[in-house]
Nanobody
Framework: QVRLVESGGGLVQPGGSVRLSCVVS????????MGWYRQAPGKERELVSS????????NYTDSVKGRSTISRDVVKGTVYLQMNSLKPEDTAMYYC?????????WGQGTQVIVSS
């Protein structure tokens, strides 16, 4: 059974850091490019970062580039997103899933709130 379970979010002060985790089951991380997405209140969901199925290539949207790192542990079936120097505009619900457009299943997400 396919599952995506995100965790690691919370209330963080501006300038702080979070490490988001996404545990997958029912498929191998070697089979898909994985992405971290976020959806802020009143905004469309956007792709924040992705990592290739071989783990060699990563991409970041401009707004998080230079202060975020995506990584994975294939054995643990886990994808991570380390975000530093957090800003209020990073406040959103964060989700992970394969970037393939035909993949329509989403996990429950993890909430990140950046506020003092």
């Amino acid at each position: 059974q396919v599952r995506l379970v995100e965790s690691g979010g919370g209330l963080v002060q501006p300038g702080g850091s979070v490490r988001l985790s996404c545990v997958v089951s029912g498929f191998s991380l070697r089979s898909y490019r994985m992405g971290w997405y976020r959806q802020a209140p009143g905004k469309e969901r956007e792709l924040v970062s992705s990592i290739s199925n071989d783990g060699r290539y990563t991409n970041y949207t401009d707004s998080v580039k230079g202060r975020s790192t995506i990584s994975r542990d294939v054995v643990k079936g886990t994808v991570y997103l380390q975000m530093n120097s957090l800003k209020p505009e990073d406040t959103a619900m964060y989700y992970c899933k394969p970037t393939r457009q035909s993949w329509t299943y989403w996990g429950q997400g993890t909430q990140v709130i950046v506020s003092s």
